[in-house]
């Protein structure tokens, strides 16, 4: 199918000039789309490091954050075209307003999660299991419910930051991996069901990170040295991740580059999950 282009090579593919000369296009993915892109858990390590490679790629961003103003602020002043907004993403009246705030929005990343403690399900009681549900379940249902309409009308894309857990289980990891199993199915079921409005949605699963919540986790004491050197050893590259793989994966589906990928998980963990 592809001999007949004179770009491409019979014994080498597409030329290193070809690839090479996509580079800059490919930075700017979102340079000449009009709207906005709003990110929930701005202040996080995921949603920020998402800011950042949006905003540098040519979006205006919403920066959705639910308590520290400083930091929200912060990130907003760093970046060109954007706007920190207060939200508490349980609430379906702030999820409203908040989506009401940003106007044209052509893509939601819904980074945002509640810290989550490395419990054995054996020891988690039904009141920590309801309020993580509330926090992390209940709010997703929250944003994209109030966010469809204007996806439906810019024909856009919504990206939610889950986990490599719900692939596969680690042991005390719980209180993630069943919440954002949920979450899953939740995007899986917009993808099959708002396709023909021009919606996709897709899933991104973190693998172990050297920020983000992992360094929550690490200076709760939650993972000790041993933890990780388990957790390590259990990734084929021997290594941990960042925000910013992360990011890049979020902002791959976000662009017009992923136009026919929908309902899709892709897991950023090193190979963890495999």
């Excluded at 905003?55 to 919403?62: D, I, L, T, W």
């Excluded at 810019?154 to 692939?167: D, E, F, H, N, P």
């Excluded at 996709?200 to 983000?212: E, H, K």
Aim: a positive charge; glycine letters at 10%; one cysteine or more.
């Amino acid at each position: 199918m592809r001999r007949h282009d004179p770009e491409f090579q019979l014994h080498g593919g597409y030329s290193t000039k070809r690839l090479l000369g996509n580079v800059p296009a490919m930075q700017q993915d979102f340079a000449a789309r009009s709207g906005v892109a709003v990110v929930t858990g701005a202040t996080g390590g995921i949603g920020s490091a998402v800011a950042h490679m949006l905003a540098a790629r040519g979006c205006a961003v919403v920066l959705a954050y639910r308590s520290d103003a400083a930091a929200a602020a912060a990130l907003a002043a760093s970046l060109p075209r954007a706007v920190a907004v207060r939200a508490d993403l349980t609430d379906p009246t702030a999820c409203a307003a908040l989506i009401e705030r940003a106007g044209e929005v052509h893509t939601l990343v819904h980074a945002a999660g509640p810290h989550v403690p490395m419990m054995h399900l054996s020891t988690v009681t039904p009141t920590q299991f309801a309020e993580q549900v509330a926090q992390d379940v209940l709010a997703s249902f929250n944003i994209v419910h109030a966010a469809l309409p204007a996806l439906r009308a810019s024909r856009g894309s919504l990206i939610a930051v889950t986990t490599a857990a719900t692939k596969r289980f680690p042991v005390r990891d719980g209180l993630s991996a069943v919440p954002k199993g949920a979450v899953e199915t939740l995007v899986r079921g917009i993808a099959a069901e708002e396709g023909r409005h021009g919606v996709r949605a897709n899933c991104v699963g973190p693998g172990m990170l050297t920020d983000g919540m992992a360094t929550r986790l690490m200076a709760s004491g939650d993972l000790n040295e041993h933890a990780l050197a388990v957790t390590r050893a259990n990734i084929p590259l021997r290594t941990f991740g960042t925000a910013t793989d992360v990011a890049e994966a979020v902002c791959f589906l976000a662009s017009d580059r992923a136009r026919f990928i929908t309902g899709q998980k892709l897991d950023v963990d090193g190979g963890y999950a495999a």
